[in-house]
Each structure stands twice: as C-alpha cells, then as structure tokens.
C-alpha cells in the first residue's frame, strides 16, 4: 500500500511513464492507494499533458464551386498530419479562417471546431453560399463533440469559461438556412467579438437549437455588432430569438 509521503514520487513516476491519460488509467487501475493521491496524480498529469499540445491555425481558400465544409475537414486532417508524428503530443485546429471568393459555393455539413473560432470571409455580393443541403446543425458548429479537427481542449479558460478571440461571417450572401447560425453546443464559452458585417442571410427556418438563430446555450457574447447586414426569412417557422444566452 502507498502511503501519503509517497505521493511526490508517485506523481513524477506517473508523468515519465503515462504522457497519455489512457496509459495512467491502465497503471492507476492495478495499483493499490487512497483515491485522493489517485486524484492529485491525475490532475498532476493532465497539467504536464496541456503543456504537451500542438495549436495549429487553420486558414483555408475554398475554390469556386466547391462544398465547405469537405475542403474545411479535409485541409484540418492534412494540417494536423503534417505536425511531427508524436503519439504523446495533442495536435488540434485552433482557429479557423475560410476564405471565399466570387463564386458559388455550398455547406452540406456544419463548419465544426472543437477548439477555438470560425471565421467565414468572402468578397461580397458575388459570393454566394447555399446552406439548404445542411439536413441538422448550425453553419457554424463550436466546441464540436465529434468535430474532425481534433479532441476539444479549451485555449484560454476563466472561471471555466473556454475563451474565443472571435466568430464572424462577413462578405456573403447566404441562403436557405435551415437551423441556427451558430451553436455553442451547451459548453460554458465566452466570444469576445462576434460579427455579422456586409452580409446577406436568407433563413429558410425548420428547426433551431436552443430556439435561436445564434443560440449559446452555454455560455455567450462579450461585443456583438451587425452591420450593413440583412437577415430575413422565408418559411412560416421562425426562431423564437434572434440571439439567446
């Protein structure tokens, strides 16, 4: 049995052999001690471990005519692929910036990160986005459970609100949303700076999270601006709220 004074060797035992949290569970779970030091041990490693991570940037031109949410995923695989193949470092998209041109693009599937912000940039009216094919789920998906961008891990916390610099859409002209704009997927996030500026949204309204077009149902908005921007709707269903959290 490991008694308390142990804890300080156990803690350093654990960090040079478990840089994984899968491999601390396996040695915790054959080892007899109070669950208290199990506890410190495992706090001690994931400290270590938030230190061990890779950040990556992601920005990404999408060619006319293509679908978003693919050459999105597809670029955050290949970014992360080519970070130094450590299996005890954590590579994650950060930041997502897409960048469109004039054209016609479409969404099929939400533009998911599970880890820091989402920016959507065109080059005005002749950039045209159709999102009627997105079957579930806002175009602009936060903290994604399942997002292809990597595990969630939070960029800056405060009072275990996970911190994002900013999320925009701005320069298109977007059509046939059915859902929410964006969705914070009920975790405690603080945007400092969400804009909608030179943008055309048409809703085609079936069903919302959290009853809004910009639903934080965890968390919310620090500075919010709207500008030279038309929202409007096309269905005989709409959203509750515009904004909520």
Known sequence: RIDN???????????????????????LSVIEMEEEIKSEIVDAVEEYNEDEKVGIDLVVTVPDGSEISAVVAAQAEEAIAAVDDDPYISKSIDDIVIKLGTGNYTIAEPIENANGSVR????????KVDASTIAEGAIISLNAPDATTAPRRALTKKDDYTYIEKVSIEDVVLTGVKGSLIYDNGVKTCVNNLTISNAQIELATEAVDFQSIIAFQGGGVKDFTIKNSTVYNTTDTYAKYFIRY
Request: proline share 0%.
């Open 5 to 27: 004074k142990d804890r300080k060797i156990i803690q350093l035992g654990a960090l040079l052999y478990a840089r994984s949290m899968e491999e601390l569970e396996k040695c």
């Open 120 to 127: 959507i940039l065109g080059e005005g009216k002749n950039t």
